[in-house]
């Protein structure tokens, strides 16, 4: 493995095959950032013996150091004439758009990306404001680049996604759409729980849009995803349809969903709100002794005692 380092980046490249593609990987906006550490997807191509390189910053700054455009070069030089897939989710999926014209990618898989998170753009995005705030934007490119000839771009429904989606398609309308309902920014989670997102990187690698394979997949095996289930049982929770909410736990989950802290105070809502207090009550008082998630049990518990009429 060869790794070049800047004040502000680490690059990695692990290039073991002479002939096949190279994954180029952008990490991801990281809630702990730093140069130390894997790099987004760095063990799965690993284990897969694929040809791989991987970006990480010190900072979640959307890839814009002055540096970074000569630390690409230098990536594509290293990759050779092998074809580069560009791959990331978020932040990593912007950068894997906007850059790919400078590393002259065959293939984009962009999972959640921004158009942009400059405070100054018409499509402002706020949820990453105290990032934005701190960078200066030099390399703003999805708009202004050359056409990506191949690749899918992976969004879910919520509204704010499929603003940046529209706009990255008007641009770019060679890529293939691919809607995740009730993903929320983590498409990429609800892929992988449902054991498509690793078809999907292998068409990648392979050059193919597995389309539509992939969508049938995704029906198909999207219970399994405790991500999708948590989104989908608080959305029809919210909107009055608790018994319907009620209808899927009881009849169609894995019990190992039950096991995820989300999934059982959705299930608790929605007992509460068809008036099933003493069940409601059932669900959560096991999680009183969790540490993570013991005090809003509690406090759920509680506000349900409140609201019920002796």
Known sequence: MSEIRSGNYVLRARLDQAQGPVLFCFHFWDPRPGLEGEIFAESYAQARGWNWIGIRPLRNDWYQGEEVPDLLRRARDLAGGRRLVCYGPSMGAFAALNFAGLLRADYVLALAPQLTVNPAHRLYDDRWAADSAQITFRHEWIERGPAIEKGVLIFSSHQREVCH????????????????????????????????????VRAAMEGRIPMPEARHNLRRNRLRSKTYVQELLFWLQRRGAAAGALDLIRGRLAAHLFQHWPIALAHHLCLRDLGRCDEAAEVLTPWLTSEEHGGIAGWHLQQMRKDTPE
């Open 165 to 200: 989606a529209r706009e990255i398609l008007r641009h770019h309308p060679a890529l293939t759409a691919m809607v995740v309902p009730f993903a929320g920014h983590q498409p990429g989670w609800v892929l992988s729980e449902a054991d498509v997102l690793g078809d999907l």
